[in-house]
């Protein structure tokens, strides 16, 4: 006998909204689904008439409402920001005491914050759920960072662990293979509760900046073969298919190798030479660098990876300036071989140094809001379905399950050993790089970071006593205890009175 009311509702049935809502069809869970044009709800309904779970379509909020059985659990992907909003004061008026709304969309954690307790002041619970794995991992598996009152994620849990991407136990390798109506069995789901009110959505948040630099550095290790070596794109990509195999096992190195072998279908060249080289972005990465400013954690890669970005969208600026500003001519002349090996070091060199810093400013932020986050957790559920998905991200549950109060991953003693002997050939790669003028922010932020991170001296003495002179700003002593200030009386001549 069919269920009478619906276990869940969506509302929102753009490409996401419709391929969340039939995962969860087809885990055997009852969905309503509601769009604000009533055609496309009709369309996708009459479209998949024969999922395990059902999909229930409704013409009017008020009949999409009533479709759900209590407490209700109502998602919304929608357009973050001010369409969020939109929805949720429409949907207020027609819930009940302790009924559910999840947010899977790309929010800002502040608006979550807001929402969650402007809902809890009304009677009602709020999650704000990340949702990462694009359009394939909403359909047959995302990674879900959930944050909200830890009662309502219990009432959650059941669907949001069915539906998520599962990884095998033993390898913490993705397990694939879910097609329509037949999802994955077993497995661990990639989804755990993340903490409360907008810790959801700050750590997707940081999944997105930690993801623009993981693409911002392969791109300049594709731009270092082709630069430095004159390398043509199916031999990159079968370097990168080669990479896929070892330490570097990523989502992204899959696709990137996939994108390298690819043709263009029009010209019949290489795809990736007749793409525009001009990325654009939607702001996920601007926020996390913002909120690394905000604390003061240093996280210059991540920025970097947006700057990147911000300077190949000035296209036309950079093909003029291409004819007046002249570059060195040197060129590399040693070994394709040991060059290879040495960019695959810097961008694993890299990739460490991006996370360290994703990881590090993670923990300041828990600190900010009073969350409770578990880093090892958080490496695990990014193991699988999300963008960032790599076999890497088991060896940070590893250090995390070694030391959970671990500083920096550079303490840990895999990262430690790792670096240590590769750190040789990211030198050796950033050095040529700048020899010969090709722009690598990311690797060089990041060799930078690395560099300044393990120096017990930092020339920001000298800044402070700057500082000091044309401020007044104090400083504190070497031979003193930490916390106490002090200040020198400088002479007049030439000291504006200014804060910096």
């Known amino acids: 006998m069919a269920k009478e009311l619906s276990d869940i509702g969506l509302i929102g049935l753009a490409v996401m909204g419709q391929n969340l809502a039939l995962n969860i069809a087809d885990h055997g869970f009852k969905i309503s689904v509601y769009n604000r044009t009533t055609e496309k709800t009709d369309k996708f309904v009459a479209e998949n008439p024969n999922t395990p779970g059902g999909v229930v379509g409704s013409k009017t909020l008020e009949e999409f409402v009533q479709s759900i059985a209590k407490p209700r659990k109502i998602i919304i992907l929608v357009q973050a920001g001010k369409g969020t909003d939109a929805v949720i004061d429409s949907l207020i008026p027609l819930l009940d005491s302790n009924d559910i709304v999840i947010d899977g969309g790309n929010a800002l954690w502040t608006d979550t914050i807001r929402r969650e307790k402007n809902l809890r002041d009304k009677g009602l619970r709020f999650i704000g759920s990340g949702v990462s794995g694009g359009e394939e991992g909403a359909r047959f598996g995302p990674s879900l960072m959930p944050g909200g009152e830890f009662n309502a994620w219990k009432e959650l849990k059941p669907i949001w662990q069915a539906v998520a991407a599962k990884v095998d136990a033993k390898t913490?390798?993705?397990?694939?293979?879910?097609?329509?109506?037949?999802?994955?069995?077993?497995?661990?789901?990639?989804?755990?509760?993340?903490?409360?009110?907008?810790?959801?959505?700050?750590?997707?948040?940081?999944?997105?900046?930690?993801?623009?630099?993981?693409m911002q550095m392969i791109c300049e290790a594709y731009a270092l073969m082709q630069g430095l070596l004159g390398l043509k794109a199916h031999e990159m990509g079968d370097i990168f298919?080669?990479?896929?195999?070892?330490?570097?096992?990523?989502?992204?190195?899959?696709?990137?190798?996939?994108?390298?072998?690819?043709?263009?279908?029009?010209?019949?060249?290489?795809?990736?030479?007749?793409?525009?080289?001009?990325?654009?972005?939607?702001?996920?990465?601007?926020?996390?660098?913002?909120?690394?400013?905000?604390?003061?954690?240093?996280?210059?890669?991540?920025?970097?990876?947006?700057?990147?970005?911000?300077?190949?969208?000035?296209?036309?600026?950079?093909?003029?300036?291409?004819?007046?500003?002249?570059?060195?001519?040197?060129?590399?002349?040693?070994?394709?071989?040991?060059?290879?090996?040495?960019?695959?070091?810097?961008?694993?060199?890299?990739?460490?140094?991006?996370?360290?810093?994703?990881?590090?400013?993670?923990?300041?932020?828990?600190?900010?809001?009073?969350?409770?986050?578990?880093?090892?957790?958080?490496?695990?559920?990014?193991?699988?379905?999300?963008?960032?998905?790599?076999?890497?991200?088991?060896?940070?549950?590893?250090?995390?399950?070694?030391?959970?109060?671990?500083?920096?991953?550079?303490?840990?003693?895999?990262?430690?050993?790792?670096?240590?002997?590769?750190?040789?050939?990211?030198?050796?790669?950033?050095?040529?790089?700048?020899?010969?003028?090709?722009?690598?922010?990311?690797?060089?932020?990041?060799?930078?970071?690395?560099?300044?991170?393990?120096?017990?001296?930092?020339?920001?003495?000298?800044?402070?006593?700057?500082?000091?002179?044309?401020?007044?700003?104090?400083?504190?002593?070497?031979?003193?205890?930490?916390?106490?200030?002090?200040?020198i009386d400088w002479p007049e001549k030439n000291r504006p009175q200014i804060s910096v």
């Not at 970005?309 to 060129?331: D, F, M, Q, T, Y």
């Open 172 to 214: 913490g390798k993705p397990i694939e293979g879910a097609t329509p109506g037949h999802p994955v069995k077993g497995g661990v789901p990639c989804t755990s509760y993340i903490g409360e009110n907008g810790a959801g959505h700050y750590v997707k948040m940081v999944h997105n900046g930690i993801e623009y630099g993981d």
């Open 241 to 487: 298919s080669k990479w896929n195999d070892g330490i570097l096992d990523s989502f992204l190195i899959e696709i990137t190798a996939d994108i390298l072998h690819q043709k263009d279908p029009t010209s019949k060249k290489a795809f990736v030479d007749v793409v525009l080289d001009t990325a654009g972005q939607k702001g996920t990465g601007k926020w996390t660098s913002a909120s690394a400013l905000d604390m003061g954690v240093p996280a210059p890669t991540v920025a970097e990876a947006v700057f990147a970005r911000c300077l190949s969208a000035v296209k036309n600026e950079r093909v003029a300036a291409s004819k007046i500003l002249k570059g060195p001519k040197k060129k590399y002349k040693g070994k394709k071989k040991a060059l290879i090996k040495a960019i695959h070091d810097a961008l694993y060199c890299s990739k460490i140094c991006s996370y360290a810093q994703g990881f590090q400013l993670m923990r300041e932020a828990q600190k900010e809001f009073n969350w409770k986050l578990n880093f090892g957790e958080i490496a695990q559920i990014w193991r699988g379905g999300c963008i960032i998905r790599a076999v890497f991200l088991q060896k940070i549950t590893d250090a995390f399950t070694r030391k959970p109060d671990l500083a920096n991953l550079f303490l840990d003693p895999y990262f430690n050993k790792t670096v240590k002997k590769a750190q040789a050939n990211w030198r050796k790669v950033i050095s040529l790089a700048v020899e010969c003028g090709v722009p690598v922010p990311t690797f060089s932020s990041a060799l930078a970071y690395y560099d300044g991170y393990r120096s017990a001296r930092l020339p920001a003495n000298l800044l402070q006593a700057q500082r000091d002179y044309f401020g007044a700003h104090t400083y504190e002593r070497v031979d003193k205890p930490r916390g106490k200030f002090f200040h």
